[in-house]
């Protein structure tokens, strides 16, 4: 929670900042995870390909196929996570057990089933595994200029493809676009092959200059980073949700224009030193 402070208008003071909130009026990099730019509703897909291989040793029917992504991709926390909620009707007590979720920087995640090696992601993922992939003219049968395809492989055969769509939500793209008004630069935490900054830019109409993808690298310390506290110091509160954040940074960024405290680096609530050094 924020500290008080009657030295502030209303109007701001009603986003919780407090004395050490006026650190976020000098923030340049907002450090996030990608579920926050897509709440609900903002991931669709317009098309699913279920692929069976001649004499494979997988032979996994449809349901199964789609099970099992969503449990890679809920286990991985992906964007997409909502829309496979979705698509098993909530039943999470049917997802498959899965172990050691690794994101291979701007290609995908891998995960094991078992005995069985998953991997969901790109195209370069998959030749970057050596997984058989199908032709773009077979691919491009279900695509369109908006989605993207991602494709699951199981033992080393791509067992299904899903045509998805990113959408911007109306809030956070005004949101993200003031921020960037302000000089404030976004780190985006991904474990999608989706999550691009090209694909950001685009739908959020923003300067790919301005966006950086955090490495895997770096997602340890940055899980360790936002953990869940449940005393401390903040320097500002917000409800959780991104646009109540951006608010929140946006009113510090109005308020002091001559601190220069140099706190640098925003992430989620948290002073952040040196993580994003490799990314930015």
Known sequence: ??????????????????????????????????????????????????LSQPNSINNIALDQAIILAASLAIKSGSVLSNMFRDMIND?????????NCVYEDNMGVLGWFGNKRMIMGNREQMKHHDIKIPD????????????????????????????????ANKEIKEKLKRLQQKGVALVVKTTD???????????????????????????EQYNVVTRYVSRGNGALSCSGTFTSLSSAILAAKGIVKDVGLGCGIMLGGAILGGICAAAL
């Open 1 to 50: 929670g924020g500290g008080r402070d009657q030295h502030f208008p209303v109007d701001q003071s009603r986003y919780g900042i407090g004395q050490r909130g006026r650190c976020f009026s000098d923030a340049n990099a907002l450090v996030i995870d990608a579920s926050t730019l897509f709440p609900a509703g903002t991931t669709l897909y317009s098309n699913i390909k279920h």
């Open 193 to 219: 092959s989706i999550v691009t900054v090209s694909k950001l830019a685009e739908i959020f109409e923003l300067d790919p200059e301005m966006i950086k993808i955090l490495p895997y690298s770096m997602h």
């Open 136 to 167: 773009m003219k077979k691919v491009r049968k279900y695509t369109n200029e908006n989605t993207d395809t991602l494709y699951l492989a199981v033992g080393g055969e791509i067992i299904i493809m899903f045509f998805v769509q990113l959408i």
């Open 91 to 99: 039943k999470e007590e049917i997802l498959a057990k899965i172990d």
